[in-house]
């Protein structure tokens, strides 16, 4: 088992920066890859952006490509990500994710969830 918690999240006007921080506990070690999904009201839950936990490779939605930095800490087992020159469709509830298995954009490839944690954006 995986436990993650996010924290971080709040209100900032368009252009600003949140930094949203996800800490892993239990199983981490079995941990293939984390990410970031968010899920605005009445929208689907959708990727944001993930990293391998080992070699630290990443991916980023297009949508976020360029404003968003996803990192770790390996040695405090806590993931990272950096919000820059936020928009206000950027509002919704942040959720980290841990997989096990698969690195992928899919999130019914993660086995393991935070809480989640609402960033909202005003204009």
């Known amino acids: 088992q995986v436990q993650l918690v996010e924290s971080g999240g709040g209100l900032v006007q368009a252009g600003g920066s949140l930094s949203l921080s996800c800490a892993a506990s239990g199983r981490t070690f079995s941990s293939y890859a984390m990410g970031w999904f968010r899920q605005a009201p009445g929208k689907e839950r959708e990727f944001v952006a993930s990293?391998?936990?080992?070699?630290?490779?990443?991916d980023y939605a297009d949508s976020v490509k360029g404003r968003f930095t996803i990192s770790r800490d390996n040695a405090k087992n806590t993931m990272f990500l950096q919000m820059n020159s936020l928009k206000p469709e950027d509002t919704a509830v942040y959720y980290c994710?841990?997989?096990?298995?698969?690195?992928?954009?899919?999130?019914?490839?993660?086995?393991?969830w935070g809480q989640g944690t609402q960033v909202t954006v005003s204009s």
């Open positions: 994710a841990a997989t096990v298995s698969r690195w992928s954009r899919a999130p019914d490839e993660y086995e393991y």
């Open positions: 990293m391998t936990w080992r070699r630290g490779m990443t």
